[in-house]
């Protein structure tokens, strides 16, 4: 795509956006039934997939927006939070409402917010040690060099498409995450698992007979560990362990004194609904709060356990025998008494074989997503920067 920028004009963000600041106390009144907070908004994703129900839950957010707008939030900025809102509701006051002026494409907006040079500017003009705000009066001062009309078409046409790629590959791997929890879901129910456990035999199991929880207490500094994984760095759902911390660099708290290794499942046994179950493919250290799972290999495979422990029934049970009400907890032992049926070892690793491709499959997906999503930027700094 060829563009005359040398004809392109200096402005400023405030030229082609306005700040929306209007306040609805009473949404459900105006047909208005859907709110945003910051958590709601996912980093480097433009398209809004989560909200609250006004309907069934409170709130005291007031600050109203409408399909078209762009979210922005301007608590933390370099979490990259923006979005492109596709219906009308009532966000957090620490997320910033954008809306085109002067003809400008709604469309077009997010993508410059988006972009790495709106995003450093943002954090440049951020206030605030513990939770950096920046404010509306900066941003407006953004320096931004603006296409004519024609070539604003291209451009936005350029990142819809690559956009709609990306979306179609993040949906690729949704469906493979989801078709491996139902075959595993459809086993630890109904055990199930198409023709491989057809008259083959099953044995019921206690969860203390084939799973141990490793304590390996160290000091990591003595140990020269590297790495620290805190509960933050397990994602839902998610069996790889894609952040960490540095032994030496971050803040290392006295409960961080479990020495895991490759191959140690990790899961968090704290608000156990969000199913952080991960494979660990490196050695690290951990707080006490993260369990370090082994399976009793003559009777279970490891690579089996950590598709056990995402399935429904498993979070279910743990999610019952949780205690507490603002950051529900279990013990090691309130696990003891799940069962499940197993079959033999070959059987085991026959049924791996197949989860494990799915989630292969769904790693390629994302992975392609991710390189999507770097041209994307790269292109925006190019053409917007």
């Known amino acids: ?119 450093d500017y943002a954090v440049s003009t951020s206030a605030g040690s513990l939770s950096p705000r920046t404010k509306w009066k900066d941003l407006a001062k953004f320096q931004i060099k603006l296409p004519p009309k ?31 929890k139902k075959l595993i879901d459809s086993y630890i129910d109904k055990y199930e698992f198409g023709e491989l456990l057809h008259n083959k035999p099953l044995k019921e199991y206690f969860w203390k007979d084939c799973v141990d929880k490793i304590m390996r207490r160290i000091d990591p500094v003595e140990e020269g560990i590297e790495r620290i994984v805190a509960g933050e760095n397990l994602e839902a759902e998610d069996f790889k362990v894609r952040t960490w911390g540095t032994v030496g660099v971050d803040f290392l708290g006295p409960a961080f004194h479990v020495m895991f290794e490759p191959g140690d499942i990790l899961y968090g046994s704290r608000r156990t609904y969000l199913r952080k179950v991960a494979l660990a493919d490196f050695k690290g250290v951990c707080a006490n709060t993260t369990f370090v799972v082994k399976a009793k290999q003559h009777l279970l495979l490891q690579d089996f356990l950590k598709h056990i422990m995402l399935s429904e029934r498993f979070t279910k049970y743990s999610i019952a025998k949780s205690k507490g009400s603002t950051n529900p907890y279990i013990n090691w032992k309130d696990l003891d008494d799940f069962t499940f049926k197993l079959p033999d070892i070959e059987t085991q690793k026959a049924m791996v074989e197949i989860l494990d491709k799915c989630i292969a499959l769904a790693e390629e997906a994302r992975t392609q997503k991710e390189t999507l999503k770097k041209l994307k930027h790269k292109l925006l700094d190019e053409i917007l920067g």
């Open 1 to 119: 795509m060829k563009l005359k920028k040398g004809i392109w004009k200096d402005s400023e963000f405030g030229d082609i956006v306005q700040n929306i600041n209007v306040h609805d106390k009473d949404p459900l009144s105006n047909e208005v039934d859907r709110f945003i907070s910051l958590d709601h908004i996912d980093s480097g994703n433009l398209k809004l997939t989560r909200w609250g129900d006004l309907n069934s839950e409170s709130t005291t957010f007031t600050k109203v927006f409408k399909s078209s707008d762009t979210l922005f939030g301007k608590r933390r900025s370099y979490l990259k939070k923006v979005a492109l809102a596709d219906f009308d509701g009532i966000c957090s006051g620490d997320i910033l409402v954008f809306r085109s002026k002067n003809g400008f494409p709604s469309d077009l907006i997010p993508f410059i917010v988006a972009s790495d040079r709106f995003i």
């Open 150 to 180: 024609d070539e604003q078409e291209k451009i936005l046409s350029l990142f819809l498409t690559l956009e709609k790629q990306i979306g179609q590959t993040e949906a690729q791997e949704g469906n493979l995450r989801k078709l491996c």
